[in-house]
């Protein structure tokens, strides 16, 4: 019966993705608009109920398993996959552009002026210090999700080394309660997930006539999706058949999670999809989804890193500087421990890219080039890092179900 059901599902949400396409190729601006207004609403509504969800997710789970051994070799072998997916994410993509190096871009005036102005004062150092809450609220409101980790790791932290008093049993209960209302919510969300995902796939198909077609941006579009795509369908795969698990098995559980990464273009604000997926199609136990989950959509960004390198590398190459295998190198793991720092948000990668960049003194105005088509490179890079936290998740769980009772 609930085979039946998530078929029904699937075939719901693919027809709608058909439709979508088909209605955004017609080129009805009165239609246009509408899509983009159920989009823009539906996007609010995954970014509203993903903030307090990763905050509750981390407070109930340390509050629970803070003083136990069991959080240390959750955290351990979260990143220990974390580090080694993301590595492995940035490798393929470095292999690649070595293969297939593009050609240069010709960069014109009006490329410069794409660029939002209001950017190019960001620095790494104040992004990272960003993430460093000098208050509770501001985090909460702003949407910073590393900051919002911090903050209910520290929640958490303290509820778990709290003395056993009614105050504590009554305030972990209130959490619960709240917690339950949230995925309450998101099962209603989903419910109505066809109409999201119709009108984001006309919104994506109207929009996407507008790309250009120099060469060079396409041979630097091919290297970014082609890597991202191996690490999809090949590297990940791998992984998990050496922990012994069915990939197939664990991708197609995880397409609720997979579909809304693709249109939402934001691994934070799919959480709440990804957390009931794995919970109540894979059978994880809470215990490491609610922990391994949100601290994944933070630091696991195996498509941020390929992204940052090959940008960063083309960037350079279009500067005129020499790319040594050392240069290469030392930018391959510059983009891993960047994109670990990175916020699972839209369009996250292109500003810590844009950010590294005016730091290293490149022309970050070929980025203006670049954005028309970082859309549709956002989404395959979402997929893949939802895909490998999902991936991360299972096999942590694979790794301790008899220890985690």
């Given at each position: 019966?609930?085979?039946?059901?998530?078929?029904?599902?699937?075939?719901?949400?693919?027809?709608?993705?058909?439709?979508?396409?088909?209605?955004?190729?017609?080129?009805?601006?009165?239609?246009?608009?509408?899509?983009?207004?159920?989009?823009?609403?539906?996007?609010?509504?995954?970014?509203?109920?993903?903030?307090?969800?990763?905050?509750?997710?981390?407070?109930t789970t340390l509050s629970e398993l803070g003083?136990?051994?069991?959080?240390?070799?959750?955290?351990?072998?979260?990143?220990?996959?974390?580090?080694?997916?993301?590595?492995?994410?940035?490798?393929?993509?470095?292999?690649?552009?070595?293969?297939?190096?593009?050609?240069?871009?010709?960069?014109?005036?009006?490329?410069?002026?794409?660029?939002?102005?209001?950017?190019?004062?960001?620095?790494?150092?104040?992004?990272?210090?960003?993430?460093?809450?000098?208050?509770?609220?501001?985090?909460?409101?702003?949407?910073?999700?590393?900051?919002?980790?911090?903050?209910?790791?520290?929640?958490?932290?303290?509820?778990?080394?709290?003395?056993?008093?009614?105050?504590?049993?009554?305030?972990?209960?209130?959490?619960?309660?709240?917690?339950?209302?949230?995925?309450?919510?998101?099962?209603?969300?989903?419910?109505?997930?066809?109409?999201?995902?119709?009108?984001?796939?006309?919104?994506?198909?109207?929009?996407?006539?507008?790309?250009?077609?120099?060469?060079?941006?396409?041979?630097?579009?091919?290297?970014?999706?082609?890597?991202?795509?191996?690490?999809?369908?090949?590297?990940?795969?791998?992984?998990?058949?050496?922990?012994?698990?069915?990939?197939?098995?664990?991708?197609?559980?995880?397409?609720?999670?997979?579909?809304?990464?693709?249109?939402?273009?934001?691994?934070?604000?799919?959480?709440?999809?990804?957390?009931?997926?794995?919970?109540?199609?894979?059978?994880?136990?809470?215990?490491?989804?609610?922990?391994?989950?949100?601290?994944?959509t933070t630091v696991n960004m195996n498509g941020?890193?390929?992204?940052?390198?090959?940008?960063?590398?083309?960037?350079?190459?279009?500067?005129?500087?020499?790319?040594?295998?050392?240069?290469?190198?030392?930018?391959?793991?510059?983009?891993?421990?960047?994109?670990?720092?990175?916020?699972?948000?839209p369009m996250g990668c292109y500003f810590l890219?844009?950010?590294?960049?005016?730091?290293?003194?490149?022309?970050?105005?070929?980025?203006?080039?670049?954005?028309?088509?970082?859309?549709?490179?956002?989404?395959?890079?979402?997929?893949?890092?939802?895909?490998?936290?999902?991936?991360?998740?299972?096999?942590?769980?694979?790794?301790?179900?008899?220890?985690?009772?």
């Amino acid at each position: 019966m609930i085979k039946n059901k998530q078929g029904k599902q699937i075939i719901i949400w693919i027809s709608a993705l058909i439709a979508g396409a088909i209605l955004g190729c017609l080129g009805i601006s009165f239609l246009n608009r509408v899509f983009n207004f159920v989009a823009e609403v539906f996007t609010r509504l995954f970014q509203f109920i993903a903030v307090p969800t990763i905050a509750l997710a981390v407070i109930t789970t340390l509050s629970e398993l803070g003083a136990k051994k069991n959080t240390g070799k959750i955290f351990a072998h979260t990143i220990t996959y974390t580090l080694l997916t993301t590595f492995c994410a940035a490798l393929i993509s470095l292999i690649l552009y070595i293969i297939f190096t593009p050609d240069n871009i010709i960069l014109n005036n009006a490329a410069q002026n794409v660029l939002p102005k209001s950017l190019s004062a960001l620095s790494y150092s104040g992004y990272l210090l960003s993430i460093i809450p000098n208050n509770i609220l501001q985090p909460l409101i702003s949407g910073n999700v590393l900051s919002v980790i911090l903050i209910s790791a520290a929640f958490g932290l303290g509820l778990s080394f709290m003395k056993e008093t009614e105050n504590k049993t009554a305030l972990i209960k209130v959490l619960y309660g709240v917690q339950e209302l949230l995925f309450t919510l998101i099962r209603a969300l989903i419910k109505a997930l066809p109409i999201g995902i119709l009108a984001f796939s006309a919104q994506l198909t109207s929009q996407i006539s507008s790309g250009s077609s120099i060469t060079a941006l396409g041979q630097y579009t091919a290297i970014v999706i082609g890597g991202n795509l191996i690490q999809i369908f090949v590297i990940i795969p791998l992984f998990l058949l050496v922990r012994r698990l069915n990939p197939f098995h664990i991708f197609k559980k995880m397409s609720p999670a997979l579909t809304v990464a693709f249109f939402t273009k934001s691994s934070a604000g799919t959480l709440p999809v990804t957390l009931s997926s794995a919970e109540n199609n894979l059978k994880i136990n809470p215990q490491v989804s609610r922990f391994v989950l949100p601290i994944c959509t933070t630091v696991n960004m195996n498509g941020c890193a390929a992204f940052i390198l090959v940008t960063s590398l083309f960037i350079m190459q279009n500067a005129g500087i020499e790319l040594t295998f050392g240069t290469m190198l030392v930018w391959l793991f510059i983009s891993v421990f960047a994109a670990i720092g990175n916020a699972g948000v839209p369009m996250g990668c292109y500003f810590l890219t844009l950010s590294l960049m005016s730091g290293a003194g490149a022309p970050v105005g070929l980025l203006g080039v670049i954005l028309p088509i970082y859309a549709v490179i956002d989404m395959v890079e979402t997929v893949e890092n939802v895909w490998s936290d999902s991936a991360v998740c299972a096999m942590t769980n694979k790794d301790l179900e008899k220890e985690i009772i």
